[in-house]
C-alpha cells in the first residue's frame, strides 16, 4: 500500500500494524519529518502555496501524478490551510482510482 500524507510532522497516525511499502510525507518541516519512522520519503511543501481555482503550487507534488497513491492522509490538516478546495484538488489528482482520502 502506498501512503501519502499531507501535514506530515514528527508522528503518523498510522496504526503499528500498517506498514505501507511507499509513506510520502509532505509538510513544513523535514527536520520534524526526519523523526518519523513510517515515511519513506519527505518533501517540504507550503499547501497554503496554491494556484488559486488549480492545485497547490509544486512541482514536487506535480511529478509524484505519474505513481499516484492507494491512501491520502490529512489528518489535523485542514484546521491549517487557507486553501483547501486548492489541497483537495491536489490530493484527488495524487489519488489511484477507487483510493481512499
Do not use: C
Request: hydrophobic residues 40%; aromatic residues 6%.
Amino acid at each position: 500500500m502506498s501512503i501519502l500524507e499531507f501535514g506530515a510532522a514528527e508522528n503518523s497516525y498510522l496504526p503499528d500494524d500498517i506498514k505501507p511499502s511507499r509513506h510520502v510525507g509532505v509538510g513544513l518541516s523535514t527536520k520534524l519529518m526526519e523523526e518519523n519512522p513510517s515515511l519513506t520519503s519527505r518533501l517540504e511543501v507550503n499547501l497554503n502555496k496554491v494556484i488559486e481555482g488549480e492545485t497547490v503550487d509544486s512541482e514536487e507534488l506535480r511529478q509524484l501524478t505519474a505513481e499516484p497513491f492507494d491512501v491520502v492522509l490529512m489528518t489535523n490538516t485542514i484546521d491549517f490551510l487557507t486553501n483547501p478546495r486548492e489541497v483537495y484538488r491536489t490530493a484527488w489528482q495524487l489519488l489511484k482510482p477507487g483510493g481512499i482520502m
